[in-house]
C-alpha cells in the first residue's frame, strides 16, 4: 500500500532541536543533509546566536530544514520556589494579547531569516495558556494564524491521517539511541508518524540534551530505513498529512 510521504512511503519521523542553539546549525543540520534527512529547529526569536549568525540559519533553512516559532522570549509557567524564567517572562501572568503578539513578533523575525510565510510552533515548556492556572486562557486557535501545527507535551505514533493542530512528541533528552529507536520502530509496520523533541546534542550544548553518539546513532538507524522511513520537517509531514482525503 502506498502512503502519503515520498516514494509512496507509509513511516515519518521529523526530528524537533529547540532553543535556536550553536550546535544545531554547526553540527545538527549538516548531520542530517548528509544523510539526506530534514529537520525542524524551534528558534526563539530573541536567541544571541540567531542574530549573530543570520547567514548560518539562512541556510540552514535554505537546505529545506524548517526554523519553527519558539515565541520570542521563552515565556513558561514559573513555578514556586524556581528563579526561571524571569518574572517578566512568566506565563501565569501574561495576557492573551500579549503572548499572541509575541507569537507574531516571532514569526516575524523568523521570516526575515528564512523568507517563509508557515512554520510550526513549538510550545515552550509545552504550555499553551496563559493566566493563572484555574483561570487559564488557551490561545491555541490564536495559533492557527501563525502555524502550520503545534507541538505541545508528550506523544506517541500519530496515525496517517488528516493530523491534529496540537501534537505530542517522544522527548529523547537523556536518553539513549535504544529507546529511542524502540519508539521509532512500530512505524515501520504500523506507518504513522512521530515527532521527537530533542534540545542540546551533546554534554554542555544544553541543560537537556542527547549524547552525542546516541544522537548518531539514532540518525543511522534511521538513514538506514530511508526507503520506509522519510525524515521530513514538522511542517512538511503535516502538509502531506493534511492533503489526505478526510
Ligand atoms: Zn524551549
Not at 503578539?101 to 513549538?122: F, P, T
Not at 510550545?123 to 494564524?145: W, Y
Not at 551533546?202 to 540518525?219: C, P, R, S, Y
Request: hydrophobic residues 40%.
Amino acid at each position: 500500500m502506498t502512503g502519503p510521504f515520498p516514494g509512496g512511503r507509509r513511516a515519518a519521523v521529523s526530528l524537533t532541536y529547540d532553543d535556536c542553539l550553536a550546535c544545531h546549525r554547526l553540527a545538527v543540520a549538516p548531520a542530517l543533509s548528509a544523510r539526506d534527512m530534514l529537520g525542524t529547529f524551534y528558534c526563539t526569536a530573541n536567541a544571541g546566536d540567531l542574530h549573530d549568525n543570520v547567514e548560518s540559519w539562512r541556510a540552514v533553512a535554505e537546505s529545506g530544514h524548517e526554523i519553527g516559532n519558539h515565541t520570542c522570549f521563552h515565556p513558561c509557567r514559573r513555578q514556586e520556589g524556581r528563579d526561571w524564567p524571569d518574572r517578566a517572562y512568566d506565563l501565569n501572568t501574561y495576557s492573551r494579547k500579549r503572548i499572541v503578539d509575541e507569537v507574531h513578533l516571532a514569526d516575524r523575525v523568523l521570516r526575515l531569516v528564512d523568507g517563509c510565510e508557515r512554520r510550526s510552533y513549538a510550545a515552550t515548556c509545552g504550555q499553551t495558556s496563559v493566566g493563572p492556572l484555574g483561570a487559564e486562557e488557551s490561545f491555541v486557535d490564536d495559533l492557527r494564524r501563525f502555524a502550520t501545527v503545534v507541538r505541545s507535551g508528550r506523544g506517541g505514533i500519530q496515525p496517517l491521517r488528516r493530523p491534529d493542530f496540537v501534537l505530542g512528541s517522544h522527548g529523547a533528552d537523556g536518553k539513549d539511541a535504544a529507546t529511542t529507536i524502540a519508539a521509532i520502530e512500530p512505524l515501520l509496520d504500523a506507518g504513522g508518524w512521530l515527532l521527537i523533541t530533542m534540545h542540546g546534542v551533546g554534554k554542555g550544548t544544553h541543560g537537556l540534551f542527547v549524547d552525542e553518539a546516541e544522537h548518531t546513532a539514532i540518525l543511522d538507524w534511521i538513514a538506514e530505513r530511508s526507503d520506509r522511513i522519510w525524515a521530513g520537517t514538522v511542517s512538511g509531514v503535516a502538509e502531506r498529512l493534511a492533503a489526505l482525503p478526510a
